[in-house]
């Protein structure tokens, strides 16, 4: 019996099909008939073979070596913390990226469901699905906590990080947090900043980075009578969003929000990431946590005692002594402040140096010899960071439920800074604060100098203040807060800070026009730091 089928279709079975998009190439499939190929491509269709399950990775020039190279420009020392940091930040991009590549080849699945069923192929069966492809495994994100003494870099170095990245950033202060239902803020604030730093942007905060900081005050207090409504309430507050939970944001528009055909008239603190438009009054979103990486950060005043007295049961070390009383670190756990202020070196071949590396939970290769330092002369030795010791129940037996210490697994301590580390951050970094003392006075037309000498009196009166880097700004403007009285619209114009005038013997001297060499003079064997050496 004679085919009544067009001769057509007997030339091309699948004539009926939809055609595929011809590419606009000048090339042709059949030029490259019979060549090994490791995939195929269609416009409009997820490539196939091999290369269609490769992720679309980052860009290479993102990588946690270049970002811990960016955050070196900012930020002196702290180079175990700094790798961290990057390399969570870094992963967590990671991860944004491919759950972007699998959400957008779902919906393209989803989509070529749609197409053939409005348009079936002649060959196609009843009930027959596409082939779903089945992912990798699914990677979770680690969350971080840095603790270390304060004014060492621990906000400066997530500040830092937020410049880079394309991603929401909001950083919380977690000392007004309360348990729901008591006055204060709720845990779920750190949310809400995070969407207002999206514009209210609901995929963009998703995937946003939350830091919070003084976490540390959140321990449980002793109470004699009451709840401990800021302690492990907020704690178990906190469960649940950093596990990962849908929390309901109800938008509070800015009052200096820019309404229709006028301006604001100040800039919001965060600038708009997203492309949402601004909220409603009263609209509520649904924001999930997931995907969104937490970065906890506190200085956790007292813990190196914890740590110190649970190596002190059965070892003795760290120039300690051992006593009646059980053997206690008399010199390392007693007095706190010998912890912070005033670390403790670890000779090399010590007994101090062996028992320090036998509780460390990480590797530290060694240090290349002959370091210098700013001035020439050789660094530091290293010193005993009890925080570098740090177990979970230390943040147990700190104030901290277990539910919530399981849930940040990585940890990071920073160090305290010595005399060396002050003086590079007092002039190597790119806003340091030399430099923008330098640039403060050169607005007035003034040229600020410095000996070598003056800026290690600088390092040391703030190494003896205790209070980290901010106490170089104290120190400087102690030296500097008559000059910047006097100066300005007066004939000066050089500004000399040597050794004495650091020592507050004697005050800044001041130089007119054309004494630039007697300016120079006093400093030419000793090292001058001005503008042409910053």
């Known amino acids: 019996m004679a085919s009544h089928r067009p001769v057509a279709a007997f030339l091309c079975p699948a004539l009926d099909a939809p055609r595929l998009p011809a590419s606009q190439g000048p090339f042709r499939r059949s030029d490259f008939a019979n060549q090994p190929f490791t995939g195929s491509y269609e416009p409009g269709l997820p490539t196939s073979g091999p290369l269609g399950g490769a992720a679309q990775r980052p860009p290479r020039d993102l990588t946690?070596?270049?970002?811990?190279?960016?955050?070196?420009?900012?930020?002196?020392?702290?180079?175990?913390?700094?790798?961290?940091?990057?390399?969570?930040?870094?992963?967590?991009?990671?991860?944004?990226?491919?759950?972007?590549?699998?959400?957008?080849?779902?919906?393209?699945?989803?989509?070529?469901?749609?197409?053939?069923?409005?348009?079936?192929?002649?060959?196609?069966?009843?009930?027959?699905?596409?082939?779903?492809?089945?992912?990798?495994?699914?990677?979770?994100?680690?969350?971080?906590?840095?603790?270390?003494?304060?004014?060492?870099?621990?906000?400066?170095?997530?500040?830092t990080l937020a410049r880079v990245l394309s991603v929401p950033f909001s950083m919380s202060d977690c000392t007004p947090f309360t348990q729901a239902g008591y006055i204060g803020e709720d845990a779920e604030a750190c949310v809400h900043r995070l969407l207002a730093a999206a514009n209210y942007d609901v995929e963009a905060a998703e995937r946003g980075i939350i830091c919070l900081d003084e976490i540390d005050k959140l321990a449980t207090a002793k109470v004699s009578h009451g709840k401990d409504v800021s302690g492990e309430g907020v704690q178990q507050a906190l469960l649940k969003i950093i596990e990962g939970t849908t929390v309901q944001v109800q938008a509070k528009p800015e009052r200096n929000a820019p309404r229709a055909g006028g301006q604001s008239g100040s800039h919001p603190s965060n600038p708009p990431l997203g492309s949402a438009s601004p909220p409603a009054k009263g609209e509520v979103y649904n924001v999930r946590t997931d995907n969104i990486l937490f970065i906890c950060s506190g200085a956790f005043v007292g813990l190196q005692k914890h740590i110190m007295d649970r190596l002190a049961k059965g070892s003795i070390g760290f120039g300690a002594r051992v006593t009646k009383s059980g053997g206690r670190l008399q010199s390392a756990s007693k007095d706190q402040k010998s912890t912070t202020a005033n670390p403790i070196p670890i000779l090399p071949g010590s007994e101090e140096e062996a028992l320090y590396k036998k509780h460390l939970p990480f590797f530290t290769p060694a240090p290349p010899p002959e370091q210098l330092s700013p001035d020439g002369s050789p660094v530091e030795p290293n010193y005993f960071n009890p925080l570098d010791l740090l177990t979970p129940a230390d943040l147990q037996s700190y104030g901290f439920i277990p539910e919530l210490i399981g849930r940040v697994p990585v940890t990071a301590a920073v160090a305290p800074l010595t005399h060396t580390l002050l003086l590079r951050i007092l002039t190597e970094p790119r806003s340091s604060l030399l430099a923008q003392y330098i640039a403060l006075f050169s607005l007035s037309g003034i040229e600020l100098?410095?000996?070598?000498?003056?800026?290690?009196?600088?390092?040391?009166?703030?190494?003896?203040?205790?209070?980290?880097?901010?106490?170089?700004?104290?120190?400087?403007?102690?030296?500097?807060?008559?000059?910047?009285y006097e100066a300005p619209g007066s004939s000066v114009r050089y500004a000399l800070v040597t050794e004495k005038v650091a020592k507050r013997q004697e005050g800044v001297l001041y130089f007119g026009r054309g004494q630039q060499a007697a300016a120079a003079d006093p400093v030419l064997h000793t090292g001058i730091w001005g503008i042409d050496a910053v």
């Open 64 to 159: 946690p070596r270049s970002l811990k190279q960016h955050l070196d420009l900012f930020v002196v020392g702290q180079d175990r913390a700094k790798k961290i940091l990057s390399v969570a930040v870094y992963n967590h991009y990671q991860r944004i990226h491919e759950l972007q590549r699998q959400q957008e080849e779902e919906e393209e699945l989803v989509a070529q469901k749609e197409r053939r069923e409005r348009h079936p192929v002649e060959h196609d069966y009843p009930g027959q699905q596409l082939t779903i492809r089945m992912g990798g495994p699914a990677t979770g994100h680690s969350n971080i906590l840095l603790l270390g003494p304060s004014g060492v870099g621990k906000t400066l170095m997530a500040k």
């Open 449 to 484: 100098r410095f000996t070598t000498p003056a800026l290690h009196v600088v390092a040391a009166n703030a190494l003896a203040m205790g209070t980290g880097a901010r106490a170089l700004r104290t120190e400087m403007e102690t030296i500097l807060g008559d000059a910047m």
